[in-house]
């Protein structure tokens, strides 16, 4: 039986990877590292912001020390603040369909996305309220594709359901990535692909791929589990 999901944020419910990418590129260009949209998205797009900092430089022959890393990673989340500020954030139909599947069951979100860009996006379309639960980059040790992030998106779904025994199996998570999916299945969860970023081929790991967050069907979720 269905009892909660668990939505991945950037590609997903925003369509924010485009204005990732163009930050990154941005602060990387101040320190001469050039970075294309097709690395990113090959290579980097799963990572939270200081893992990618840190892989983009390290493929590179570069090295960035941690304070240098916190402060990439600030002057990344003031780019993004800008370049949100011109750009329709929400994919279409993601409103309408978190507010249909808050209806029926709890909701988390479980992200790599720093948590004010998170909770600005929900805020600014009055989704905020329809989530039990915000896992971010800064919420967990590791990031995906490590479990983390949904180990804790289920346990903090527990302790708001108050049902201590919720199973990671009892969930689904809605990716956009490789390494979306295989953190959501490291973690147990049931899985659901949306080819907004990566061809069906490139989620073959999840239970089932569809084409957008508007074409989620919530009794085909509840066939995943049972």
């Given at each position: 039986m ?6 991945d944020f950037?590609?997903v419910i925003a369509n924010?990877e485009?204005l990732?990418?163009?930050?990154f590129?941005d602060?990387?260009?101040?320190r ?11 290579r980097?797009?799963?990572y939270?912001d200081?893992g990618a900092?840190?892989?983009i ?5 570069r090295n960035f ?11 990344k ?7 949100e500020?011109d750009a329709?954030?929400?994919?279409p139909?993601?409103a ?8 029926v069951?709890?909701l988390?979100i479980?992200?790599g996305a720093l948590g004010?860009e ?12 329809y989530?039990?639960a915000?896992v ?22 527990g302790?708001?359901m108050h049902d201590?025994?919720l199973?990671p199996?009892d ?5 956009d990535?490789r ?5 959501a299945r490291?973690?147990g969860?049931r899985?659901v692909g949306?080819?907004t970023s990566?061809?069906a ?12 967050i508007g074409?989620?069907d919530?009794?085909g ?6």
């Amino acid at each position: 039986m269905l009892r909660a999901i668990v939505f991945d944020f950037d590609g997903v419910i925003a369509n924010s990877e485009p204005l990732h990418f163009r930050a990154f590129r941005d602060v990387l260009a101040s320190r001469d590292i050039d970075l294309t949209e097709r690395d990113y998205y090959a290579r980097y797009l799963g990572y939270d912001d200081a893992g990618a900092f840190h892989a983009i430089a390290t493929d590179r022959g570069r090295n960035f020390s941690g304070v240098e890393l916190l402060g990439l990673t600030a002057e990344k989340a003031v780019r993004m603040e800008v370049l949100e500020q011109d750009a329709s954030v929400l994919f279409p139909g993601a409103a309408d369909t978190i507010r249909r599947a808050a209806a029926v069951v709890p909701l988390a979100i479980a992200s790599g996305a720093l948590g004010a860009e998170i909770r600005r996006v929900l805020e600014g379309a009055d989704l905020t309220q329809y989530f039990q639960a915000i896992v971010a980059a800064e919420d967990t040790r590791v990031s995906k594709p490590a479990p983390d992030p949904y180990q804790r998106a289920v346990a903090l779904l527990g302790e708001a359901m108050h049902d201590p025994e919720l199973r990671p199996a009892d969930c689904v998570a809605i990716e956009d990535s490789r390494w979306g999916i295989a953190s959501a299945r490291a973690a147990g969860l049931r899985t659901v692909g949306v080819t907004t970023s990566y061809a069906a081929n490139e989620l073959a790991e999840a239970d089932l791929v569809i084409g957008s967050i508007g074409d989620l069907d919530l009794a085909g979720l509840q066939r995943l589990l049972s």
